[in-house]
């Protein structure tokens, strides 16, 4: 039992070193494995607490965007104002097939 559980712990003492997208990444893997079936019980327990930790990362990261998006459209009298990203899509220019219109 002790030797399922080292493996997650040293993952969880790493989440957060993670970016947002290894973070993701890495809770989906957990998904997967915890759907398939194959871990014994032991194993599931020590992927679903590493699982928790992930999500928590995650929101985590989330809240903080949020609060500094909310400070960037900071507007009238102090009052913070949320607005969804205009995003100007861009035609690709003729011989740039393939690329992406950032």
Excluded: C
């Excluded at 890495?26 to 930790?53: K, P, W």
């Amino acid at each position: 039992m002790a030797a399922d559980q080292e493996p997650a712990q040293a993952d969880a003492a790493g989440v957060e070193g993670l970016t947002f997208e290894e973070a993701l990444e890495r809770l989906e893997t957990v998904v997967e494995e915890l759907e398939s079936g194959s871990l014994t019980l032991e194993q599931s327990i020590a992927r679903y607490e590493l699982g928790v930790l992930l999500s928590r990362r995650l929101t985590q990261t989330i809240d903080q965007a949020e609060k500094q998006i909310e400070r960037l459209a900071e507007e009238n009298e102090g009052e913070p104002e949320t607005r969804p990203a205009e995003l100007e899509l861009k035609r690709p220019e003729p011989g740039s097939e393939g690329e992406l219109p950032l």
